[in-house]
C-alpha cells in the first residue's frame, strides 16, 4: 500500500471509492464542487471540521457542522453534501475513509471499534474542547504522518494502526455518551426526502411509480422532479436504484440467496440486478456476499 504521507483531496475530485484496502484519509478544502450527488459506499466515512462550517444530509437530515465537530456515516447510508450560500468557501476538513474489515482488525477482544458508526440518535458530534484536540492530534499524526520518508514502511504502517486504534477507543467512548451528539435545532428535516424515504422502503419489491411519489408530497410531478434534483443532485430514478441496491446489500448481509435478492428489491430480472450492482459496487453480488461474509 504505497501513497504519501500527505493527501489532499482536490474541491472538484469526485471520487467516492477507495484506492487503499484499509483506509485513507485526506484533506479538502471550500466547496466540493466534484461530489454533488447523493451517494453512498461500503466503507465508513468520517469528517472533521478543522475550520469553518459546512452541512451534509444523510437519509432526510441535513447537519450543519461547524468548526471542532465531527460527523460518523455509516456504510450504505445514502449521504449528499449540502451547499449553504457564502458559508463554506472557506471550510477545511479531514477526510477519513475506513473498511469494516479493518476496524475489525484493530478492534480486540469484546471491543467493536465500528460501533460508533451506528450509535442510536445523531452521527454528529460537538465533543468539549479538550475531547477534541487529541482526537484531532490523533488524526492530524496520520494525516501528516511523523516519517520524512517518501512512500510508507512496515514501521509507519504500525504507528498509523496505533493512532488509528487510540483514536477509535477514544471516539467511541465519547460516541457513547449522548450528550455530545447534535441536537434539534442543529439540524433540519426534508419532508420531501422524508415522505420519499418512506414510500420507497415500504415499496421497494415494487414498480415504484413517480406521479405517486409527486402526489405524496404535494406537488406536480414537474415541480418534484426539480425540487428533487435541487436537494439529491440526481435523478429519482437513479436514487431508486441505488435505494434498491442498498437492500440489496441488506438482503445479502442477511443471508438471502443471491437467486432471491433481485426480486425482494425489486428489479425486473436478473441482468438488471447485476448490471446495476456491478456499476455501484465494482463486484458482482456473489463477490460481494464473500467479501461482505470475511468482514463480519
Not at 476496524?103 to 467493536?112: C, K, P, R, Y
Not at 501528516?144 to 488509528?164: N, P, R
Not at 450492482?277 to 461482505?292: I, T
Request: charged share 25%.
Amino acid at each position: 500500500m504505497n501513497r504519501s504521507n500527505t493527501h489532499l483531496m482536490e474541491p472538484e475530485d469526485e471520487r467516492q471509492y477507495m484506492l487503499n484496502d484499509n483506509f485513507e484519509i485526506m484533506e479538502k478544502y471550500g466547496v466540493p464542487t466534484g461530489a454533488m450527488q447523493i451517494h453512498f459506499h461500503n466503507f465508513y466515512e468520517l469528517l472533521y471540521i478543522a475550520a469553518g462550517e459546512f452541512a451534509c444530509l444523510i437519509d432526510n437530515t441535513t447537519y450543519y457542522l461547524k468548526k471542532g465537530d465531527f460527523l460518523l456515516i455509516d456504510r450504505n447510508h445514502m449521504h449528499h453534501y449540502q451547499y449553504v450560500e457564502n458559508k463554506h468557501e472557506d471550510s477545511k476538513r479531514v477526510l477519513l475513509w475506513v473498511t469494516k474489515e479493518f476496524l475489525n482488525e484493530l478492534s480486540g477482544a469484546g471491543v467493536d471499534l465500528s460501533a460508533c458508526f451506528s450509535m442510536e440518535g445523531a452521527p454528529a458530534y460537538h465533543f468539549p474542547a479538550h475531547h477534541e484536540d487529541k482526537l484531532a492530534d490523533y488524526l492530524f499524526q496520520i494525516l501528516f504522518g511523523v516519517s520524512t520518508k517518501d512512500g510508507i514502511d512496515a514501521e509507519q504502517m504500525l504507528i498509523e494502526k496505533s493512532y488509528l486504534t487510540l483514536f477509535f477507543v477514544y471516539l467511541n467512548r465519547l460516541c457513547a455518551r449522548r450528550g455530545f451528539q447534535f441536537q434539534e435545532e442543529e439540524t433540519t428535516t426534508n419532508d420531501m426526502m422524508k415522505l420519499v424515504f418512506e414510500h420507497i422502503d415500504s415499496h421497494i419489491s415494487d414498480p415504484i411509480i413517480i406521479d405517486e411519489l409527486a402526489d405524496l408530497t404535494g406537488m406536480t410531478k414537474y415541480q418534484f422532479l426539480r425540487s428533487f434534483k435541487t436537494v439529491t443532485g440526481m435523478t429519482v430514478h437513479d436514487f431508486i436504484i441505488k435505494k434498491r441496491l442498498l437492500h440489496a446489500c441488506e438482503e445479502i448481509w442477511k443471508g438471502c440467496p443471491i437467486s432471491d435478492v433481485y426480486k425482494s428489491c425489486g428489479f425486473a430480472d436478473y441482468s438488471s440486478f447485476f448490471r446495476n450492482f456491478k456499476k455501484a459496487y465494482d463486484m458482482s453480488p456473489r463477490e460481494f456476499k464473500v467479501y461482505s461474509e470475511q468482514t463480519v
